[in-house]
C-alpha cells in the first residue's frame, strides 16, 4: 500500500518557485496497475521522481507524505532510501531504451542491481539475470550482446528485466512504451500484466496514451496542471467520468466503431508557471463557471472511491450540483 498525503513539490527556477504538483492525495492498493494520464507537464515523472526520491537538484517536497507500507520514505536518510530504491521499488524511466550503459552486455546490466545491492557472487547474478531475462522473451541470443545490437523493443524488455531482478512489491514504469510501434508495445504491456499477477506487485503504470493506460489499470488518476482531476476504478473512469478534462481525454480518443469524430480539446495546455486561480481546467473548460476561480479542490466522492475534483459536482445525492 502506498498513502500519498498532502504532497506539493516545488522546482525553483530563475523565473521563481513552480509548483509542479500540489496537495495530492491517493492511496494506491498494493498487488494493482494503478495508471496516471496527463498531457505533458502535469506532473507525472514529477510524481515519479518524488516516489523514487529522484528529483533534480532545483527541485523538493514543500510539504506531505509518501508511505510505503506505512513508513514514510520521505523522512528516510540517504542510505536508507537507496536501500529501498531497488529492493521495494524499481523504475522504468522514461526513454528507458537509451538508459542502457552502451558499453555493458545487456546479461551484465541486468545482473547489475543484485552485485550492488545485495553483494551476490557474479556467477549467482548472471544465473538470476539469465531467468529473468527469459521471463521477459529474451534467449540466450541476446544475452551477451550490447545494446546497439538489439532492438528497441527488445531493449525495453532488458530494462524491465533489470527492475524486476531484484523483486521489488513496487515498479513505477514511467512511458514504458515511447518509440515502440503497436505490435511490441501490445507484447510489452502483455508481459507486465503476466509479471503482475505472477509475481503479485503493484505497478503505477504512467503515459499521456490515454487508451494504453485504459487496456493497463485497474484504477486510474487524470492529473492536470498538477493537480487532480479525477480519481476512479477502470470502470468508472471510462463509463462513469464526471469531469470535463477527463471526458474531453475520452472524446479525443479515435474509435472505429464511433459514427462522431473525434474532439480536441480547446485551448491550450495550463501554464504552471503561472496558472489559473481556483480550477487548473477552468481556461479550458465549456462548463466553467466563475465560482471555478475559488475552487479549492475539496474532492467529491461519487461512487465508492471514485472522487472528481470538479466545482460542478456540489451537493446533491450523487455528487452533482443541485
Known amino acids: 500500500m502506498i498513502e500519498i498525503e498532502d504532497l506539493t513539490v516545488i522546482y525553483r527556477t530563475r523565473e521563481g518557485k ?15 496497475i494503478f495508471g496516471i494520464v496527463g498531457e ?13 526520491g529522484l528529483l533534480p ?49 545487456i546479461e551484465d546490466q541486468v545482473a547489475e542491481p543484485l552485485l550492488i545491492h545485495r553483494s551476490t557472487n557474479r ?5 538470476r539475470a539469465r531467468e529473468t531475462l527469459e521471463l521477459m522473451g529474451l534467449d ?30 513496487i515498479i513505477i514504469a514511467d512511458e514504458p512504451s515511447t518509440a515502440l510501434d503497436v505490435i511490441t508495445q501490445a507484447q510489452l504491456m502483455n508481459i507486465l500484466k503476466e509479471l503482475q499477477k505472477m509475481a503479485r506487485i503493484t505497478i503505477i503504470f504512467i503515459s499521456h496514451d490515454f487508451p494504453l493506460v485504459s487496456e493497463m489499470a485497474d484504477r486510474i488518476m487524470i492529473l492536470y496542471g498538477g493537480k487532480p482531476s479525477e480519481i476512479g476504478s477502470n470502470r468508472q473512469i471510462l463509463s462513469e467520468a464526471g469531469h470535463p478534462y477527463t471526458k474531453g481525454l475520452i472524446n479525443s480518443v479515435p474509435m472505429i ?41 475539496s474532492p467529491k466522492i461519487i461512487e465508492g472511491d471514485h472522487m472528481i475534483f470538479c466545482k460542478m459536482f456540489e451537493g446533491g445525492k450523487d455528487g452533482r450540483s443541485t
Open 57 to 105: 537538484r532545483n527541485g523538493y517536497v514543500e510539504s506531505g507524505s509518501i508511505k510505503v507500507d506505512g513508513d514514510d520514505i520521505l523522512k528516510l536518510k540517504p542510505e536508507m532510501a537507496r536501500m529501498v530504491r531497488g529492493k521495494v521499488i524499481s523504475l522504468v524511466f522514461q526513454g528507458a531504451m537509451n538508459s542502457l550503459n552502451p558499453l555493458l552486455k
Open 18 to 32: 513552480i509548483r509542479a504538483l500540489e496537495n495530492i492525495n491517493v492511496d494506491i492498493k498494493s498487488n494493482e
Open 257 to 297: 466503431s464511433a459514427r462522431s469524430k473525434p474532439e480536441a480539446i480547446p485551448g491550450e495546455p495550463v501554464n504552471i508557471k503561472n496558472p489559473p486561480a481556483g480550477c487548473r481546467f477552468k481556461p479550458r473548460c465549456k462548463m466553467a463557471l466563475d465560482s471555478c476561480g475559488s475552487y479549492d479542490y
Open 40 to 52: 505533458s507537464g502535469s506532473g507525472k515523472t514529477t510524481l515519479a521522481m518524488t516516489i523514487m
Open 140 to 169: 540466450s541470443f541476446t544475452w551477451k550482446k550490447y545494446p546497439h545490437e538489439l532492438s528497441g523493443g527488445m531493449k525495453q524488455r532488458a530494462v524491465i528485466a533489470t527492475a524486476m531482478i531484484m523483486k521489488p512489491s
Open 123 to 127: 556467477g549467482e547474478a548472471l544465473r
